[in-house]
T-cell receptor, first 117, second 114 residues
Framework: EAGVTQFPSHSVIEKGQTVTLRCDPI?????LYWYRRVMGKEIKFLLH????????ESGMPNNRFLAERTGGTYSTLKVQPAELEDSGVYFC???????????????FGQGTRLTVV | GENVEQHPSTLSVQEGDSAVIKCTYS??????FPWYKQELGKGPQLIID?????GEKKDQRIAVTLNKTAKHFSLHITETQPEDSAVYFC?????????????FGPGTSLSVIP
């Protein structure tokens, strides 16, 4: 079974440009999360989708970041325009509901390393 | 806000020795504490977790302990091997809830020297 996959694995863009990151969760997983690790610090939560709905987007840093999950399958995270402080590793994770209150563990993708120059 | 602290940030041990990583959390409502291992070029992978109704859990060479009163939890790796070298993240969250945002610690880079 394929795990969580992210594209691209690396991206180098200039300040002011736009970048779109993609995440394909494990098939059938309704929960999809985006996280970011900046400069060796902690992995910070960005947002959580349940199917196509944004359940929690409290971690999104500002309105330059836009996440979508049309159809409830793959998700994209767009940064427009990119700033230097957006550099870091962006992780996607997915999990599935197994009961009314239970979930599988969150499985992480390998991450996209974004460098803004 | 909610945060998780983790120490040390880097740790080097000789193969066969034990490694201990310690974390503290601030959100008293946290009840689920996963530990993730991230190897080079890969995403974080869950290696063990503990829930708030348990004080200790062991899985082969790794064990976790939890002190809810002090809001401390620790990861213990015994008989370390070179393949244990990785970045380890502790984390805390509230489960089950309507969402399960996970708060991560800053990570510990563990090097096991052959």
């Amino acid at each position: 079974e394929a795990g969580v996959t992210q594209f691209p694995s690396h991206s180098v863009i200039e300040k002011g440009q736009t970048v779109t990151l993609r995440c394909d969760p494990i098939s059938g997983h309704d929960n999809l999360y985006w996280y970011r690790r900046v400069m060796g610090k902690e992995i910070k939560f960005l947002l959580h989708f349940v199917k196509e709905s944004k359940q929690d987007e409290s971690g999104m840093p500002n309105n330059r970041f836009l996440a979508e999950r049309t159809g409830g399958t793959y998700s994209t995270l767009k940064v427009q325009p990119a700033e230097l402080e957006d550099s870091g590793v962006y992780f996607c994770a997915s999990s599935q509901f197994v009961s009314a209150t239970g979930r599988t563990e969150a499985f992480f993708g390998q991450g996209t390393r974004l460098t803004v120059v | 806000g909610e945060n998780v602290e983790q120490h040390p940030s880097t740790l080097s041990v000789q193969e066969g020795d034990s490694a201990v990583i310690k974390c503290t959390y601030s959100d008293s409502a946290s009840n689920y504490f996963p530990w993730y291992k991230q190897e080079l070029g890969k995403g974080p992978q869950l290696i063990i977790d503990i829930r708030s109704n348990v004080g200790e859990k062991k899985d082969q060479r790794i064990a976790v302990t939890l002190n809810k009163t002090a809001k401390h939890f620790s990861l213990h790796i015994t008989e370390t091997q070179p393949e244990d070298s990785a970045v380890y993240f502790c984390a805390a969250s509230r489960r089950p809830t309507s969402y399960d945002k996970v708060i991560f610690g800053p990570g510990t880079s563990l090097s096991v020297i052959p």
